[in-house]
């Protein structure tokens, strides 16, 4: 596979894609005698929406799990904004700007909408112990700020109803959205997102997709995906890498990744008359 | 060889029987365990209303005849029969029965789908509740429990090694209980493993304790297998209370048995029948051990009381699972 | 009808952020710090303060400590008694060697030892969680006690293993001592206890809180959204462990006058505290009240019902009052895990809408 041009281009519907955000280059990954990631380069620019997709057990969660830190690959370089990234706990990644939403979703529980949200805030605030014990004055200023911040996203993502609600207790589609709500809080860089709809109707898909294409366009997130709905993919996406048993099948534009043989074997297959 | 070398062998024979009846205690949390996730805190002072049971059912003493006085202003106490010691240990089994029945029905059944944490506290619930009752239904005085288990160094023993170790060394001293103790101990481990290895009941308990929705599926009633756990463990917390309060009496110091079975578990591993044994095995000798070599002379004694329980600390931050039990893994 | 938020509308973050967004319940608040500063110590019999306030709002701050580590951080730690026995050892080494010192300054370093204490307790809970935590911290509990009684150094080498009190005074009251005036006792106590529960309500709201709270649900998405997890477990286990140990050091300096360790801090007590969280409600200030008041009361009333009312014997309370904590447990573990605290929650929203069912 001949590397991606690495800095930008303009994509059909006029949006200006920057240099690199994320570079992997041969990325392997074992888990005792499995080997997840074999060898695996591939880029994502600023500003663009990358989908990764393939067969199940391809390895792509463990690519996302790669990415933001919580898995250490034994082989190859990932560079964060053009500098090399040695190995860093995943809280150290999180305040480096990568935010993520899981495929099942991690949420907390005991906690209210809000809060979930607010959480997503904390690489954000950075009044000390001393002044949250005392409340009134610095802490209780950024709590107000944030908070404003917050209430931006709940706007944005229509959830201000259930802002109060106890999340253990919304249904699934909602609860999508509360986590995409608290990656968002974040303000990240690149933005990770592990099979955003799945489970969900055609509705809800839809919303979520509006959303997705929302956050690329008005906050100028870099957008990282995992999605099996191809439908989605090909609307959506600006390019695409597909993996299969650990290896990068294919690498380009949506079209390109279509109409790709090896692709098509693998994992589209064709439509018959 | 010097006598204090055999000394030392003979604490370690004492402590080696120690373990045993550490393992036995050992053993009744690690069936719960094993089926249902629970860590039944309850268990020591299930041991100890088992054996109180008992003495009630071989003294003829009327259940809650402290409160009925209280009420009714009368001075009953006894019934005025004795029960044979068999007869009264069936009893006491069938009462441990009707226990563990009540437990599912009223308790577990509640609490299915809650994190392990949340069980546990409610076995400290248990726990407490069963304290209060035992003490109310029997008395709290001390009690003596004797159902013909031979007490009292084993003379023969004692003789036949005294030629060891020169004239200062009088032969290995070894309680007769300590060593009925073990025997029967023994016996129950290998009576617990053959029924889980090769019994139908028992290939049920080992499919629960592995899966809960598989085994549903599979037509294995949760309920019922829960009921059969935790009246196997009464049964062995019956054992447990006898070896106990016929060494130290009935009181109210066996429930702490308990909290002594848990680094036994740490260390073996919470899920497993052999970790329990060897792990007991271990905590005991190496209680009596660490107290003879390095706690009496060097530490002002007395060490036993936390020896196990950093045993067991370590092996928590090095090793988890404990030398038998199953990995802990956390997926994202 | 009465009880109502309609008409109620905050206009700014604030508002809605306060701790009394209703006005009643502030007003209900008012009302009972009016009580407690003024109507109690002047009507308060002596039995009444030793029997039940003096105990609620000292052990008010450890149920709170422990909450902010169990209820809020979720890490289960059954080593409460032990680390009041570090909260008193601490106070009574501060006060014989140092006999000038402030007793309040006395009891606050206390605390602080405590909290250094808990710090070091709590590093296993990096690598073991939930309940194998907890037992992890009974290893504490038992050493602690086994080391207070052994090591003379603690108990300046007396012969009864005892350590007693000193006679101290602040602002000139004795409060220490056989001749510790209650009510001066019960006024440091309860300002202690409003201070520390205003602390632990401002942190837990605020951003610690959301980490601690993460960490409690989920502590791998925890990790990966920012918080660092070390730091974040330790410092709660600071945190309470300073709330424990001022407690103990009040339970040993103000209250007791003088302990034995093995019977004033044994593992029942670690156990009373987790029940008093657990009934009152895990993750709540005021749940941890609530629940100290009801550990605390029960004993008494049930007590002076059954054996001043009714002539029963002493011990028959006591198994009975073992019988109802267990009862109460289970029922609430059952029923509402989230304690009287949540119950009264939901008595309120209730009420809200009272007389009307929807």
């Known amino acids: 596979m001949k590397k991606q041009q690495a800095s930008g281009y303009t994509t059909a519907d006029g949006r200006k894609i920057g240099g690199p955000v994320m570079e992997m280059e041969n990325i392997t990954l074992r888990f005792g005698g499995v080997t997840a990631i074999q060898d695996i380069s591939f880029d994502i620019l600023e500003g663009e929406i990358r989908a990764i997709i393939g067969p199940n057990g391809a390895g792509k969660s463990s690519m996302l799990n790669v990415i933001n830190g919580f898995y250490h690959p034994q082989d190859g370089r990932i560079l964060y904004k053009g500098v090399e990234r040695k190995p860093l706990k995943p809280y150290e990644i999180a305040h480096q700007g990568i935010a993520r939403t899981f495929q099942n979703i991690a949420l907390f529980k005991g906690m209210s909408t809000l809060d979930n949200i607010m959480t997503g805030r904390l690489t954000h605030m950075k009044s000390s112990m001393v002044s949250q014990a005392l409340w009134w004055g610095a802490a209780e200023k950024e709590e107000v700020e944030n908070r404003e911040k917050v209430e931006k996203i709940i706007d944005f993502l229509e959830i201000q109803t259930i802002r109060k609600t106890p999340v253990g207790r919304l249904p699934y589609g909602l609860q999508k959205r509360v986590e995409l709500g608290r990656a968002l809080a974040a303000e990240p860089s690149l933005l990770l997102l592990d099979e955003p709809m799945a489970g969900m109707n055609v509705e809800e898909k839809e919303d979520m997709s509006r959303f997705i294409l929302d956050v690329n366009d008005e906050f100028a997130t870099t957008i990282a995906l995992i999605e099996h709905d191809m439908g989605v993919v090909m609307d959506i996406a600006d390019r695409v890498v597909v993996m299969d048993y650990g290896k990068k099948i294919g690498d380009g534009t949506p079209n390109e990744v279509r109409n790709n043989q090896a692709v098509i074997d693998a994992y589209l297959g064709v439509t018959h008359e | 060889m010097p006598a204090e070398f055999y000394f030392g062998v003979e604490v370690f024979l004492n402590g080696l029987m120690a373990g045993v009846m550490y393992s036995l205690v050992a053993l009744g949390f690690v069936l719960i365990f094993k089926a249902s996730g629970i860590f039944n805190y309850a268990q020591g002072i299930m041991a100890l209303f088992a054996a109180l049971t008992l003495v009630g059912f071989q003294d003829g003493q009327i259940p809650f005849s402290h409160l009925i006085n209280a009420i009714f202003g009368t001075e009953v106490h006894h019934f005025g029969w004795h029960l044979h010691t068999f007869f009264a240990i069936l009893a006491a089994l069938v009462v441990m029965i009707v226990f563990a029945w009540l437990v599912e029905k009223l308790i577990l059944q509640y609490l299915v789908n809650q994190e392990p944490i949340i069980l546990f506290m409610a076995t400290i619930g248990l726990a407490y509740f069963m304290e209060g009752f035992g003490d109310l239904m029997w008395g709290s005085n001390v009690k003596k429990l004797d159902v013909g288990i031979p007490q009292g160094g084993n003379f023969w023993i004692e003789e036949n090694t005294a030629f060891l170790g020169g004239e200062d060394f009088y032969g ?62 009464g049964f062995v917390a019956l054992v447990a209370g006898i070896m106990w309060g016929a060494k130290s009496g009935v009181q109210f110091s066996l429930s702490l048995i308990a909290l002594k079975a848990l680094p036994v578990l740490m260390l073996g591993g919470f899920t497993s029948i052999p970790g329990a044994i060897i792990g007991g095995l271990i905590i005991g000798v190496g209680e009596k051990m660490f107290e003879f070599l390095i706690g009496a002379p060097l530490l002002g004694g007395a060490t036993e009381n936390w020896f196990a329980y950093m045993v067991a600390l370590v092996f928590l931050v090095f090793r988890p699972q404990g030398l038998f039990g199953e990995k802990i893994i956390e997926r994202v | 009808m009465f009880y109502r938020e309609a008409g109620e509308f905050k206009t700014s973050y604030r508002a809605d952020q306060q701790t009394f967004p209703i006005r009643l319940d502030k007003i209900g608040f008012i009302l009972s710090l009016f009580a407690a500063f003024v109507i109690i110590p002047i009507t308060m019999s002596e039995y009444w303060a030793q029997a039940v306030f003096l105990p609620f709002l000292i052990f008010g701050i450890a149920a709170i400590g422990l909450n902010i580590l169990t209820g809020y951080c979720g890490q289960v730690s059954l080593g409460s008694g032990g680390f009041m026995a570090v909260g008193a050892y601490s106070c009574y080494k501060l006060m014989t060697s140092f006999p000038d010192m402030n007793m309040l300054v006395c009891i606050l370093l206390s605390g602080g030892v405590t909290a250094f204490v808990g710090l070091i307790f709590g590093l296993p809970s990096l690598r073991i969680k939930g309940f194998y935590l907890a037992v ?25 293993g005892q350590i007693t009190a000193p006679e101290r005074t602040l602002f000139g009251y004795v409060i220490t001592g056989a001749k510790a005036e209650t009510v001066p006792v019960y006024f440091v106590c309860l300002g202690l206890l409003v201070f520390l529960a205003l602390i632990a309500r401002n942190l837990t709201r605020g951003a610690m809180g959301r980490k601690w709270m993460a960490i409690r649900d989920m502590d791998i998405a925890a990790e990966i959204i920012g918080v660092n997890p070390l730091r974040a477990k330790l410092t709660a286990f600071a945190i309470s462990s300073f709330y424990v140990g001022v407690s103990g050091a009040l339970l040993f300096a103000l209250y007791l006058g003088a302990v034995e360790v093995g019977e004033a801090f044994s593992i029942q007590k670690s156990f009373i505290i987790l029940f008093m969280i657990i009934i009152g409600g895990l993750g709540s200030i005021f749940g941890s009240l609530v629940g100290a008041a009801f550990m605390i009361g029960m004993p008494v009333i049930l007590k002076n019902l059954l054996v001043s009312n009714l002539g029963w014997p002493g011990d028959i309370a006591a198994h009975l009052e073992f019988m109802i904590v267990g009862l109460m447990i289970i029922i609430f573990l059952i029923l509402e895990p989230h304690g009287l605290a949540m119950l009264w929650s939901i008595i309120k929203e209730k009420l809200r809408i009272w007389p009307f069912a929807h």
């Open chain 2, 172 to 233: 290995f001293y070894l309680d007769n209980l300590d060593i009925y103790a073990t025997v029967i101990a023994a016996v129950l481990v290998i009576a617990l493993v053959i029924f889980s290895q090769y019994t139908k009941t028992g290939r049920a308990l080992r499919a629960v304790a592995d899966d809960h929705q598989a085994a549903l599926s599979v037509g294995i009633s949760l309920r019922t297998i829960w009921v059969i756990v935790w009246a196997i463990a």
């Open chain 3, 136 to 160: 992890a911290t009974l290893a504490a509990q038992f050493f602690l006690v086994w080391m207070f009684n052994k090591v003379g150094w603690f108990y300046n080498y007396s012969a009864s």
